[in-house]
């Protein structure tokens, strides 16, 4: 076996890129290792161009293996991985998002990037499986401009006290730890700020995710800088890889315009794109109708009518110079909208159904959004089984849809596709923060975003429906949260003039000819979610602060029109959500109240018609149900735990009859069941204790002492002194010398009679 290795040091570990021959046939492979996680990426592009399409062929698959866990998962009948989680198509949108605009956009041979997970420890895979792909690219035969680094970076915020010279100068100041490439334990510390993954080159930023716990613009604007010096090693280390192994690249050319082509165009169309582009209209219809156009007379003409696909690629590649040269030169936007300038906006909560648990209408514009919210119980929730967590519970889920009506066009329904998924998964980031904790609010929450018109960032649309879905429903959310998408004009020539716009609220010809898009969501108070992906080789970290300064302007606009239409979550759950009650055991007491093979639980639930009872490995209970069934459980299971005490009144069933009293239970539990001997009936002495009770009557008794075993003994005459008047009792006239009989349980002492043990 060939192998050659590189080695250097990012965030205190030791990063270890291998080249071997395993994957010879591919054009680019490589092994990269971060601390004791592993990951291959290959790289292959085929060699025969693809003429049936117009666009390029790129596809990223990240593969998860369980083995990289130490894992057998799977069902029990099926051992092997199946289709990708949600979380392997996540991580390789992250890769893909990154890698796909340094390719020349005109190229039609299918490239296929493969990442492989190989071993998992702590460390994220992510930022190691976007440096992988990086280094396989970079060091093939592939045309591509790379090489493009990634790094995490965490941010974990206290509160310290800084005493000065006196009291009066202590006052509380801001701890802040930087953290690079953190474990999965350190980004799941409840004190962090904010965990950044950013992906670039040459001091520019290409792509970003940030889940933020309500983050200032400052710590993510210098979060964005440190991860750009961090670029800078990962850069150099690639670049001496690749002057010493890289190999030339594949030339593609890029197809020639004809003149014929050309001629047309300027002769009949030029003249009419400034038109078409800055219509005033929120739409890319007029664009559609010029290219139409366009196009018919390039099918009618003889000498050019085979360049269809051509002539689509190059009317598009106008209309983006057209879009960037009116609003750099000209000032303008195509829907005449000034730069800062959000569309009209629109918010309902609720009134859609009663059926439904809460619901939500957003309108920014043309992208129209229709959120449901469900509450469930704590056994509603999710469980993930993946090769990164095992047999977790997730209580909180936005499901994201878009069918093909909302962009005004047909297609195939049902199923799932990334976009969707990874839309869904950003607007559940930015929510996650503002959820409620279990113990606090113990249901399980979905959220389904409805995308009904599309015209612009649905997926930030989603986040502000959402937020009136879970107000509307009760769910006591720490603050609302709002998201608007920024977009970007950049001059062609940027490094010379430094010209560029920002754009608050892209939409139509902006969100598909525009350079950036750029989301931002988030409370009042801080961030929550940013994800980022562009058309450039890279974004200036400079124009990113502007754009999340623009951000913060739009959210706070977004937000007074969310809280006019509902300003604070609703006091109460709708009345047809369940009623989730939750009660506390010790974790000894788990066992007796789930019972053998899960009797005494089902019991309940079975008694008492609830939908469900859980049980944490803490001993908390919850129970979930409806019209009154929760309470019912809930006194059942603390009746079953609850701990007896001297001088407790209960009203108990008679069990069995001794000659010596009787048993009495009291409550449902095993230790709920006490003697009530024959002097502790009435005042005086009675024969025989079946004069007094018989089997399954009702008594009221008090709990006169519990002995050193747990044994409950119990008194009538204590509890209910006219119990033996009652009862036409007369005293016996038999003799008694003060004593009473032993239980059998009592190993023949004398003395006062206990009763059954407890346990």
Known sequence: MQSKTFETEIGGK????????????????????????????????????????????LTVDYEERFYAAGQILGSRFVRREGRPSEDAILSGRVVDRTIRPLFPAHIRNEIQVIITILALDDEDPDTIAVNAASLALATSDIPWKGPVAAVRIALRSSSAQNVGHTEQHAKQVEEKEWIVNPTYKQ??????????????????????????????????????????????????FQEKIIAEIGKAKKVVAEPELPEALLALYNTEFASKMTAAVFCGEPSKKSIYALKKEFLARVVETEEIGHYKKLADRFFEDKADEEIHRGAIEDNKRADNRAFDQIRPLFAKAGEVSPILHGSGIFYRGGTHVFTALTLGGPGDSQVIDSMEEHDVQKRFMHHYNFPPYSAGETGRMGGLNRRMIGHGALAEKALVAVIPPKETFPYTIRLVSECLASNGSTSMGSVCASTLALMDGGVPIKAPVAGIAMGLMLSPNYAQDKKYKVLTDIQGPEDSHGDMDFKV?????????????????????????????????????????ITSAIAAPRAAINPRAPEILTTKVRPDQIGLVIGGGGKTINGIKELCGVDDITIDDDGSVFITGKNGSAAKAKEMVEALVKEYKPGEVYDGQVTRLMDFGAFVRIGP??????????????????????????????????IKEIDEKGRINLSVKAADPEFAARKGLTPSSQPTNGTRPSHPNSAGTSGSAPATPRG
């Open 521 to 561: 969501a988030g409370t009042k108070s801080g961030i929550t979610a940013i994800q980022m992906d562009i058309k450039l080789d890279g974004v200036p970290v400079p124009i990113l602060v502007e754009a999340l300064h623009g951000a913060q302007k739009a959210r706070l606009q977004i937000l007074e029109v």
């Open 14 to 57: 030791k990063l270890v890129a291998e080249f071997t021959d395993l994957a010879e046939q591919a054009n680019g492979s490589v092994i990269l290792r971060y601390g004791n996680t592993a990951v291959l990426a290959t790289a292959v592009m085929s060699e025969k161009t693809r003429d049936d399409i117009d666009y390029f062929p």
């Open 187 to 236: 980004r799941e510390h409840h004190e962090n700020t904010f965990d950044l993954l950013a992906c670039g080159k040459d001091d520019t930023i290409n792509m970003i995710e940030v889940g933020a716990n309500e983050a200032n613009e400052d710590d993510v604007a210098e979060g964005f800088a440190r991860a750009v010096d961090e670029h800078r090693k990962l850069i150099a």
């Open 669 to 702: 539990g095993k230790d709920a069941e006490g003697l009530v001997h024959v002097s502790e009936v009435a005042p005086f002495r009675i024969d025989k204790i079946a004069q007094a009770v018989s089997v399954g009557e009702t008594v009221r008794v008090m």
